[in-house]
């Protein structure tokens, strides 16, 4: 099974300033999708942003860009100009391109934002 | 409605009870899932419904586990027999179909927290 790491159990930023979330990955498969979720204390999972993994181009989405680096698998979300409500949970995840729709999540990493 | 809603919020119950838990998903999506989020973990997955029939199950930790989706749209998630390991928050979400494209984009519930005494 795919695996997804995230190494940084917790993060901090100071508001306005920019903060970068690792995340690696562990497959055999050519083709699959990269997400970012957010989950803030609500618990409501909410995408920040996916990534194909044939296609060069980094993804963004305004202030929320990724680092995909297919051959290294890595997979790092940069928040440019943290803004309070970006405090959260952050998961990192998976999903393969063929038959087998679920998602493979990392453990997480939080995010606090420094006034 | 607008977004996938999961009833109850919380639940709170006794180990050896049965238990239901309900997603309803948005509107028109034909693909539904459920995950398993333990405290300090990310959700692991479940089951996951192509309309009606469950298209691939082996999430389901064992026997105790069973989810329906009889008519395509609302889906019940059962837990027979509870024990205390399984308390965690039960995520539901769905998309508008199950893979290719920004259409299999996966919208979440706020989830269900169960706890078992």
């Known amino acids: 099974a795919q695996t997804v790491t ?13 903060v970068t979330l690792s995340c690696t990955y562990d497959t055999s498969e050519s083709d699959y999708y990269l997400f970012w979720y957010k989950q803030p204390p609500s618990r409501q999972m909410i995408l920040v942003i996916r990534q194909e993994a044939y296609k ?11 680092n995909f680096q ?7 979300l940069k928040i440019s100009d943290s803004q309070l409500g970006d405090a959260a949970m952050y998961f990192c995840a998976y999903r393969s391109a063929g038959t087998g729709n679920q998602f493979y999540f990392g453990t997480g990493t939080s995010l606090t934002v420094i006034p | 409605g607008a977004g996938v809603s999961q009833t109850p919020s919380n ?10 838990l309900r997603c309803d998903p948005i509107s028109g999506h034909t693909a539904l899932y459920w995950y398993r989020q333990s405290l300090g973990q990310g959700p692991e997955f ?21 989810a329906v989706r009889p008519e395509g749209s609302v889906s019940t998630l ?5 024990e205390r390991g399984d308390s965690a928050v039960y995520l539901c979400a769905s998309s508008l179909r199950v893979a290719g494209g920004p259409t299999d984009t996966q919208y979440f519930g706020p989830g269900t927290r169960l706890t078992v005494l």
């Open chain 1, 6 to 18: 995230q190494s940084q159990p917790e993060m901090s930023v100071q508001e306005a300033e920019t």
């Open chain 1, 56 to 66: 060069q181009q980094n993804a963004t989405e305004n202030r929320f860009s990724v």
């Open chain 1, 70 to 76: 297919k051959a290294a698998k890595s997979f790092s």
């Open chain 2, 11 to 20: 639940k709170v119950t006794e180990k050896g009870k049965y238990v239901e």
């Open chain 2, 46 to 66: 479940l089951i996951y419904f192509q309309g009606t029939g469950a298209a691939d199950d082996s999430g389901l930790p064992n026997d105790r586990f069973f």
């Open chain 2, 78 to 82: 059962k837990i027979q027999r509870t």
